[in-house]
T-cell receptor, first 114, second 112 residues
Framework: DAGVIQSPRHEVTEMGQEVTLRCKPI?????LFWYRQTMMRGLELLIY????????DSGMPEDRFSAKMPNASFSTLKIQPSEPRDSAVYFC????????????FGSGTQLSVL | QKEVEQNSGPLSVPEGAIASLNCTYS??????FFWYRQYSGKSPELIMS????GDKEDGRFTAQLNKASQYVSLLIRDSQPSDSATYLC????????????FGAGTRLFVKA
């Protein structure tokens, strides 16, 4: 299995631009998570989906952030408009009920908003 | 109060020593507990899971859980320089879902 696949690996953009991060979970996993990691705040859960349905989005910082999971093999996290304080590493992770809730992480997207 | 708390370190131990990493959590009904290791510039990877009170051993790693004290720990025996990384404690509460909350992590340095 290829594991969780995220794209792009690096994104540099200017303040005010729209940013879209993409994630393909491990085939057969039915839970998908988006996390943001910074030195100051650590690894924060933004939102998670179960069977393509958003279950908890309480970690989404504000309305500029949105996430979708149109099917079991694809999810996006969008920031519009982006701000410098959004600069962080964004991780996608997936899990299956049969994996005892263990998370498998993608390689992350390093986002820099100038 | 943060939901999962860890000492950020850094924790420095000599090669061959035992490294002890600690974590406390606030949600008393939490049921599942994990330790992830994260090397610099890489993504977290699971190294241990524990679900019931007591000790669980896997090679050089031992996880310890005390639900009454809301405390989880990880012991690394015979520490190696390759163990130098950030160790993240993670907790899932009894919410019926899989909401995994992470602590800020403890940086471990193993000196050769």
């Amino acid at each position: 299995d290829a594991g969780v696949i995220q794209s792009p690996r690096h994104e540099v953009t200017e303040m005010g631009q729209e940013v879209t991060l993409r994630c393909k979970p491990i085939s057969g996993h039915n839970s998908l998570f988006w996390y943001r990691q910074t030195m100051m705040r650590g690894l924060e859960l933004l939102i998670y989906f179960n069977n393509n349905v958003p279950i908890d989005d309480s970690g989404m910082p504000e309305d500029r952030f949105s996430a979708k999971m149109p099917n079991a093999s694809f999810s996006t996290l969008k920031i519009q408009p982006s701000e410098p304080r959004d600069s962080a590493v964004y991780f996608c992770a997936s899990s299956s009920d049969r994996a005892n809730e263990k998370l498998f992480f993608g390689s992350g997207t390093q986002l820099s908003v100038l | 109060q943060k939901e999962v708390e860890q000492n950020s370190g850094p924790l420095s131990v000599p090669e061959g020593a035992i490294a002890s990493l600690n974590c406390t959590y606030s949600d008393r009904v939490s049921q599942s507990f994990f330790w992830y290791r994260q090397y610099s510039g890489k993504s977290p990877e699971l190294i241990m899971s524990i679900y019931s009170n007591g000790d669980k051993e896997d090679g050089r790693f031992t996880a310890q859980l005390n639900k009454a004290s809301q405390y989880v720990s990880l012991l690394i025996r015979d520490s190696q320089p390759s163990d130098s990384a950030t160790y993240l404690c993670a907790v899932i509460g009894d919410t019926g879902g899989f909401k995994t909350i992470f602590g800020a992590g403890t940086r471990l340095f193993v000196k050769a």
